[in-house]
């Protein structure tokens, strides 16, 4: 009896001859981190200049991403707008192509009125280059 191309059995065959196919060894292999198809693919939150990036502060509760991305559509084309929960609620984040766009959306939108809260925009700091209180 042979798994997955160990031995002569039919168990690993596949079409490479005992080499490869399905072998009743790989569920046991992934509980140790060995990356099987879909495992590890996801990314790491957004990889983007920080300079392109603003934090959005001071939001409504139940502001969806699709109202913040019109409201700051305004100072240029998002590229990425989120909406935060959790221990983040009530901030967001928004991406845009150039700096000029950001640094635009900092000076016009910062206090503006958005679902009749008055919201902060400022630069993207990210959380562990922040200072420590």
Known sequence: MGFGGWGKGDWGKGDKGGKGGWSPWQPMFMKWGMKGKGWGKGSK?????????????????????????EHMNQAGKTTWV????????GTG???YATAE???????????SLLNG????????????DAPAS
């Open 45 to 69: 939150g957004l990889k983007v200049d920080p300079a392109l990036k603003c934090w959005i502060g001071n939001l409504p509760e139940g502001t969806s991403w699709k109202a913040l991305q």
């Open 82 to 89: 989120e909406c935060f929960s959790g221990k983040g609620a």
């Open 117 to 128: 809260q008055a919201i902060m925009v400022d630069v993207w700091v990210k959380q562990s």
């Open 101 to 111: 766009e950001a640094a635009n959306a900092i000076t016009m939108l910062n206090g």
């Open 93 to 95: 984040g928004v991406s």
